[in-house]
Every structure is written in C-alpha cells, then in structure tokens.
C-alpha cells in the first residue's frame, strides 16, 4: 500500500500504529533482515525509504515499550565493563 505523506513523498506499508503486536513484530524482523543488503546494494532511494520505514517501524515500538527489559552488556557501563577484561592486542 502506497500514501502520501505530508511532504507529498511516497511511502509504502501500513501506517505502525495501525498494526497490531505480532504484525510490528514481524514488519520489524523482516526490515532487519533486509538492511545489510539495502545498505549495500540498493540505491540511493531505496536507503532512503529503508531507513524512513526502520524509524517508523522502531519508533512505534519505543511508543509501546518504553520501559523495555535492557542487557546490562548493551549499555555503554557494560562494553566497558566486558572491554575492561580484553586485552587490546590479539594473543597468539
């Protein structure tokens, strides 16, 4: 489904909150999926569509889960607590 947004620019999919749990899920799943090769392969356009649907798709699940469960070891405190025990050059 295309629409138009307020600037006249064409997006495609549904609107986020308009879909329901498991379809964000799965909206979101399919899109991280896809972005390595969009980042790779695809054109200057279908970045940029990709990345206006991610911050769609992303922001309506911060909307709904503000207070989402957070790995200690994805914060910043805890990359350097887990670099803290590396050594910077590689052993042999």
């Given at each position: 489904?295309?629409?138009?947004?307020?600037?006249?620019?064409?997006?495609?999919?549904?609107?986020?909150?308009?879909?329901?749990?498991?379809?964000l899920m799965k909206e979101l799943e399919a899109i991280h999926r896809t972005r390595?090769?969009?980042?790779?392969?695809?054109s200057n356009d279908a970045l940029r569509a990709h990345n206006e649907r991610m911050?769609?798709?992303?922001?309506?699940?911060?909307?709904?889960?503000?207070?989402?469960?957070?790995?200690?070891?994805?914060?910043?405190?805890?990359?350097?607590?887990?670099?803290?025990?590396?050594?910077?050059?590689?052993?042999?």
């Amino acid at each position: 489904m295309n629409e138009h947004d307020e600037r006249g620019t064409t997006m495609t999919g549904v609107d986020p909150d308009r879909l329901d749990d498991q379809q964000l899920m799965k909206e979101l799943e399919a899109i991280h999926r896809t972005r390595h090769d969009t980042l790779l392969h695809g054109s200057n356009d279908a970045l940029r569509a990709h990345n206006e649907r991610m911050a769609q798709l992303e922001g309506e699940y911060l909307r709904r889960h503000p207070r989402r469960p957070v790995a200690a070891g994805r914060t910043r405190e805890g990359a350097r607590e887990r670099g803290s025990g590396e050594s910077a050059t590689p052993r042999s």
